[in-house]
């Protein structure tokens, strides 16, 4: 069964003191393990970190009309920073991974099985 590790984060400001760079690039260099051990047990289907939602833009049609709001979304107060999609045999054990997910320490880690949004 295919689940996505959702990374949730917090939104935070722009300039970076020269700690905040090294402690970012720590978490950088551990979310890449992360990602390697996910390749090495072959579960991984997926992965990627998401640019900042400055860079983002909504498309939303509603009667037939379609409108753009580009970001940054003043309402969001957090953001999706990135995604693992894996494949693993239950919900349990794609929540064990997401323990093991370092962005747990400092973010959110939303664990969603893929499939319909709705049941009919």
């Excluded at 047990?41 to 409108?67: N, Q």
């Excluded at 999706?80 to 045999?89: K, P, S």
């Amino acid at each position: 069964m295919a689940y996505m590790l959702v990374v949730r984060q917090t939104l935070g400001g722009k300039s970076q003191t020269a700690e905040e760079k090294r402690v970012s690039a720590d978490r950088m260099e551990r979310m890449l393990g992360f990602r390697a051990a996910l390749q090495e047990r072959g579960i991984l289907v997926a992965a990627d970190s998401l640019r900042s939602d400055e860079e983002g833009i909504r498309v939303e049609r509603r009667d037939g009309k379609l409108s753009f709001s580009d970001g940054p979304f003043t309402e969001s107060k957090e953001i999706i920073g990135g995604f693992f999609l894996i494949n693993v045999d239950t919900r349990e054990e794609a929540v064990e991974w997401a323990t093991q997910c370092p962005a747990a320490e400092w973010s959110t880690v939303e664990v969603r099985q893929c499939g319909p949004c709705y049941d009919p």
